[in-house]
């Protein structure tokens, strides 16, 4: 029994497709070796997540798997937990069954990491140098060298867990996404950030023991932080420190952006750099507030009411401009395509533009905004090149 067949018979499984005789090969398969564990995994990998994130018990759906091979009904026979609503999901199970069943059945679940990382890769450095790289598209776990870490990315969002125990200060895990890719963290407090286009974060694999939970963001960041009032969470930036206490708000903090930026969408934050921290402590704002630092003014932060949509629509994959310079649009295009994009008409610039994609092509985008901002474009070598209008 080879594992594409073995493949094949869960996914009929699954499906509630399976004949006596598939079910009876695969409760055979799943009495050897380490099976049962690898179809707990499977379990846990395809149900837990896609269905509504329910607390299912991998081990009651293991038992209700071998009742039901051993009672063998006629008909169609019944799947893990065939409950009317669950159905629904179907198409999702089949579709996430194919990377689950490859990466445990394939791969002894868990991925070898290359060795050379390409600039379009997301990775986690960990804090003894090795690079893990992720693979936000699929479902699937890294592991690292010694086998202490484990890195799992289900449906877009990471989770870490350390196996081995270790004395001294807490380690820290630096991730990275390029240009043109999201991802989301779960940090070991139940705190849910998502990382845009570009942007980095270091922070501790683990809060325990530290007196408050603290992370380092280059880029943009969206925050759900988990509430505890005894230990603060602290975003730092280049600029500005953000100290929050149990709330959502957005990050942005690109270097090339000359500019650090707090939107507080819900709850509560205070802004300050190091020294406001020390001797005054932070501005705070108040929901729809925006904080940004501003150049050449230290301690100082501009404090104004705004629309929170605008600046969290990336987190839906939504780009939104209003009236933003064409210098800003660009950067945030190259970002959220992951292509370079050399300006020539120097007088384009400051020219503004509103709008709202969701989910256009680049070349889409640039049409729209050349209808009202005119300019003209070619591309080479994978690069988009901006000119003068062609004169008609």
Same mark, same amino acid.
């Given at each position: 029994?080879?594992? %594409?067949? #073995? ?7 699954? @499906? ?15 009495? *050897? /070796?380490? @099976? ?25 759906? =293991? ?11 006629? /008909?169609?026979?019944?799947? %893990? ?13 089949? !579709? ?19 060795? @050379?990382?390409?600039?379009?890769? #997301? ?11 992720? *693979?936000?598209? &699929? ?5 690292? *060298?010694? /086998?202490?870490?484990? $890195?799992? $990315? #289900? ?11 270790? &004395? ?22 139940? &705190?849910?950030?998502?990382? @845009? ?9 683990? =809060? ?35 100290? $929050? ?6 990050? &942005? ?13 819900? /709850? ?61 649009? #660009? ?37 729209? !905004? ?23």
């Amino acid at each position: 029994m080879t594992k %594409l067949d #073995i493949r094949r018979i869960i996914t009929r499984y699954i @499906n509630q497709e399976a004949s006596q005789e598939e079910l009876a090969i695969l409760y055979e398969w799943v009495k *050897k /070796g380490n @099976n049962k564990e690898v179809f707990k995994k499977l379990v846990q990998a395809d149900y837990l997540v896609n269905y509504e994130a329910r607390p299912w018990d991998t081990e009651v759906a =293991f038992e209700q798997f071998l009742h039901t091979i051993k009672s063998k009904e006629n /008909g169609k026979v019944k799947g %893990l937990y065939s409950r009317p609503y669950l159905w629904k999901y179907a198409a999702i199970a089949v !579709i996430f069954l194919g990377s689950s069943l490859y990466f445990l059945l394939n791969q002894q679940l868990f991925e070898k990491v290359p060795l @050379n990382v390409g600039p379009d890769q #997301i990775t986690l450095e960990l804090d003894n140098g090795e690079v893990l790289v992720l *693979k936000p598209s &699929s479902n699937n776990t890294v592991k690292s *060298k010694n /086998g202490t870490t484990e $890195v799992s $990315v #289900i449906n877009g969002v990471l989770t870490q867990r350390d196996n081995g125990k270790t &004395s001294g200060p807490t380690r820290k895990n630096t991730l990275s996404v390029p240009i043109g890719e999201r991802l989301s963290v779960t940090l070991d407090d139940g &705190s849910v950030v998502m990382l @845009n286009a570009g942007s980095t974060m270091t922070y501790p694999s683990s =809060f325990e023991g530290a007196d408050r939970r603290e992370v380092l963001v280059t880029g943009e960041a969206y925050f759900q932080v988990a509430k505890n009032p005894n230990k603060p969470f602290i975003v730092r930036t280049s600029k500005m420190y953000t100290q $929050v206490y149990g709330t959502i708000f957005n990050v &942005s903090a690109y270097p090339e952006d000359n500019i650090n930026e707090v939107v507080l969408v819900e /709850g509560s934050v205070g802004v300050g750099t190091d020294l406001r921290e020390s001797l005054e402590g932070p501005q705070m704002l108040k929901p729809s507030q925006k904080a940004s630092s501003i150049p050449g003014e230290g301690n100082e932060f501009l404090i104004e009411d705004v629309d929170v949509s605008p600046y969290i629509s990336w987190t839906k994959g939504i780009l939104v401009f209003e009236n933003e310079p064409m210098g800003k649009i #660009i950067k945030r295009l190259e970002r959220q395509y992951g292509i370079q994009i050399d300006n020539r008409f120097e007088q384009l610039e400051e020219r503004r533009f509103t709008g709202m994609f969701d989910e256009e092509s680049i070349d889409r985008v640039l049409r729209t !905004i050349q209808a009202h901002t005119h300019f003209s474009y070619d591309v080479k070598n994978e690069m988009i090149i901006i000119n003068e209008p062609h004169k008609q």
